[in-house]
C-alpha cells in the first residue's frame, strides 16, 4: 500500500514545527508548497529536520520523508499533487487564502471523480478559515464544472494552538516550539471518515473551540505584546513579569471569559483553570518570543472578525462596555515598529487627515452606529494626540 500524501502550503516556522510535524507522524508523505525560494530550495536539499520542544517533558522529533515545491515557480506541479493527495491543509495567514485557492479550484478540477474526497483544512488563526478558504475556490471554480469540483473535496474547520517563536539565529530547517500544541478538527463535514491523524482531535462542531482559543490564547498574546512593547520588554515573557502588563492581561481575559462562559455555557471552573495554563504558557522563559513578533500585523489583529474586535463588539452589542480590550486596541493603535509593514501603514493612517470616525471603520469594519465605534474612536483620538 502507498504512502498517503498530504500538501501544506507554507513551509514556514509552524507549517515545519506543527502541522507538518503532526502530519509526518500520522504516517503521511508531507508535501510543502511555499513562495519562499531558499526555504524551498533548502527543504528539497534536506532528508531531515528537527522540531525541537522545550518546556516540561520536552524531546525532539525528527521529520523525514517530505518533498517539497516551490508553489509561484511550478504550480502546475502542486495543482498534481493535491489532485491525488488524501490531505491538503495550509498555515499561510488569512490575508494569502485567496492566493492559494486557485491552485486548489484547478486541482479540484483535476482530480478523478472517483477517488475518495480530498480534505481541505486551513490551520490558521482566524475563525472559521476554511469556510473562508472554500468561498474564494469557490470564485475560481469556472460556473459549469463547479459543483463537480467541490464534490470532490471536505472542508472542515479547525482550530489550532501552539507557541513557534521566532528561531534563533543559524537554526536553519529545525524549528523550537513549545511542548503545548491543540488541532481540534470539525467532524461533522467528514460523515465519519474523517483522517487518521493522531496528533489532532475531533469535536462536533468547532464554534466553542475556536473562540476559546482566539479570544484566550491569540487575545492574551496579543495585548501581552501591545502592553509590553509600551512598557519597553523585548521577550513576551518579560513582559508579563510587569505588574502592570499583567494586570491588562487579567482583566482583558475576564472579560473574554465572560462572553465565552455565557455564549458557548462553558463551565466556568473549567474555563478558568483553561485561562490560568495559558498565562502560565507566556510566563515559559525557555520561549525566546517577542513582543515586536507576536504583535506584529496590528491592521490584521484589528480587523473585524479578529480577536480584539470580534469579543469586544459582541460584548458591546450585549451592552456591556469592554474597558480592557478597548484598552489593548489603544496599545495596539502605538505599535510602532519600522519593518513592520502594517505598523507603517497604521502610523500613516493615524496621521492622515481623515477623521477619527473614518478611521475607526477603516481599521475595524465597523459603522458608525455599532456601539462599539465611539468607545474605539476616543482611542484612536488619544493616539493620535
Known amino acids: 500500500m502507498s504512502t498517503p500524501t498530504a500538501v501544506h502550503f507554507g513551509a514556514g516556522n509552524i507549517g515545519r514545527g506543527f502541522v507538518g510535524l503532526l502530519l509526518h507522524e500520522a504516517g503521511y508523505e508531507v508535501v510543502f508548497a511555499d513562495v519562499a525560494a531558499p526555504l524551498i530550495d533548502a527543504l528539497a536539499a534536506a532528508d531531515s529536520y528537527t522540531v525541537h520542544e522545550v518546556g516540561a517533558n520536552a524531546r525532539d522529533h525528527e521529520v523525514t520523508n517530505f518533498r517539497a515545491l516551490n508553489s509561484a515557480q511550478d504550480e502546475s506541479a502542486v495543482v498534481a499533487e493535491i489532485a491525488t493527495a488524501s490531505i491538503v491543509t495550509c498555515a499561510v495567514g488569512p490575508n494569502v487564502l485567496k492566493f492559494i485557492a486557485p491552485v486548489i479550484a484547478a486541482a479540484l478540477q483535476q482530480r478523478d471523480a472517483g477517488a475518495p474526497p480530498i480534505a481541505v483544512m486551513a490551520c490558521e488563526n482566524a475563525l472559521n478559515a476554511t469556510d473562508r478558504l472554500r468561498e474564494f475556490i ?19 474547520n479547525t482550530a489550532v494552538d501552539r507557541i513557534v517563536p521566532a528561531q534563533p539565529e543559524g537554526a536553519g530547517l529545525d524549528v523550537t516550539v513549545e511542548t503545548y500544541f491543540e488541532w ?6 467528514f460523515g465519519g471518515t474523517e483522517p487518521e491523524i493522531p496528533g489532532a482531535h475531533y469535536v462536533d462542531g468547532l464554534a466553542a473551540s475556536i473562540e476559546r482559543k482566539l479570544f484566550t490564547v491569540n487575545t492574551g498574546h496579543a495585548t501581552v ?4 512593547f509600551l512598557a519597553g520588554a523585548d521577550k513576551i515573557s518579560d513582559a508579563i513579569a510587569i505588574p502592570a502588563v499583567r494586570s491588562e492581561l487579567e482583566s482583558v481575559l475576564a472579560e473574554t471569559s465572560d462572553l465565552l462562559v455565557r455564549r ?14 495559558i498565562i502560565g504558557r507566556f510566563e515559559n522563559p525557555h520561549l525566546p518570543d517577542t513582543v515586536t513578533r507576536v504583535g506584529r500585523q496590528p491592521l490584521r489583529k484589528l480587523s473585524r472578525d479578529e480577536r480584539f474586535v470580534s469579543p469586544a463588539a459582541a460584548l458591546a452589542e450585549d451592552g456591556t462596555e469592554p474597558t480592557a480590550l478597548l484598552d489593548a486596541m489603544g496599545a495596539a493603535l502605538r505599535f510602532d515598529v519600522a519593518d513592520d509593514e502594517q505598523s507603517v501603514e497604521l502610523q500613516a493612517l493615524l496621521r492622515s487627515d481623515r477623521s477619527d470616525a473614518a478611521v475607526v471603520t477603516e481599521i475595524t469594519g465597523l459603522d458608525e452606529q455599532h456601539p462599539l465605534h465611539a468607545a474605539f474612536a476616543d482611542r484612536v483620538r488619544s493616539a493620535r494626540a
Open 264 to 277: 458557548h455555557e462553558l463551565d466556568p471552573e473549567v474555563h478558568r483553570a483553561y485561562v490560568q495554563a
Open 184 to 189: 481540534a478538527i470539525d467532524r461533522t463535514p
Open 138 to 156: 469557490v470564485e475560481a471554480l469556472p460556473t459549469d464544472v463547479r459543483d463537480q469540483a467541490l464534490a470532490k473535496a471536505v472542508f472542515a
Open 225 to 228: 505584546a501591545y502592553h509590553g
